[in-house]
C-alpha cells in the first residue's frame, strides 16, 4: 500500500516525465539551412524500417514559397522500386531520386502534401521498397505531424 507521501512522489515524477518526454521527442526535428536559401526540417535520427533500411522525413521551404515533402531512404539501393499503400490502393509519389551522379547517399522520395499528410496522420500505411515493406513508425508519423507544423 502506498503511502499518501509516496504517492504524491510518484505522481510528480510522471508529471516532470511526461513534457521531458514530450521534450525529447521534439529534440529529433531539427531545421537546417541548406542551398539557394532553402530550409530543410527533418527527423535528426533516422527511423528503422528494417535490416540495413532507415527513413527520415523531410519538409524543404525554398526560396520561392513552395515547399516539398519527402521521405529520406537510407540504405536503399538507387534503383529499387518504391511504393506507398494504404488500403490496398497506392498513394501518388512524385518522383524518386536515388544518390546524384551514382554517389552514395540517401534515396529521396517526395510526395504531395496531401501524401504527407496522409503518411502522417494515419496508421496502416505501408512502405515497398524493393522487396521490402514496412509499416511507418508511429514515432515517425508524430514527426512527420510535426515537422508540418514547423513548416505549413
Known amino acids: 500500500m502506498m503511502t499518501p507521501v509516496r504517492r504524491f512522489v510518484l505522481i510528480s515524477l510522471l508529471g516532470l516525465g ?4 514530450a521534450q525529447g521527442q521534439s529534440e529529433n526535428i531539427k531545421t537546417v539551412e541548406g542551398a539557394r536559401g532553402q530550409k530543410m526540417t527533418l527527423t535528426a535520427q533516422p527511423h528503422s524500417l ?3 533500411l532507415s527513413v ?3 519538409g524543404v521551404e525554398t526560396t520561392m514559397d ?4 519527402a521521405l529520406s531512404l537510407i540504405g ?9 499503400g494504404y488500403g490496398g490502393e497506392t498513394l501518388p509519389v512524385k518522383s ?4 546524384a551522379d551514382g554517389g552514395v ?7 504531395s502534401q496531401q501524401t504527407f499528410l496522409t503518411m502522417a496522420e494515419t496508421g496502416g500505411v505501408t512502405l515497398t521498397i524493393g522487396d521490402v515493406t514496412a509499416s511507418l513508425p508511429e514515432q515517425l508519423r508524430r514527426e512527420m505531424r510535426q515537422i508540418f507544423e514547423r513548416v505549413s
Do not use: F
Request: aromatic share 6%; charged share 20%; hydrophobic share 45%.
Open 66 to 69: 513552395s515547399t516539398r515533402w
Open 96 to 99: 524518386v531520386n536515388p544518390p
Open 18 to 21: 511526461v513534457p521531458l518526454l
Open 56 to 58: 527520415r522525413a523531410v
Open 76 to 84: 536503399a539501393a538507387p534503383d529499387a522500386d518504391v511504393s506507398i
Open 105 to 111: 547517399g540517401p534515396v529521396r522520395v517526395y510526395v
Open 50 to 52: 528494417a535490416e540495413g
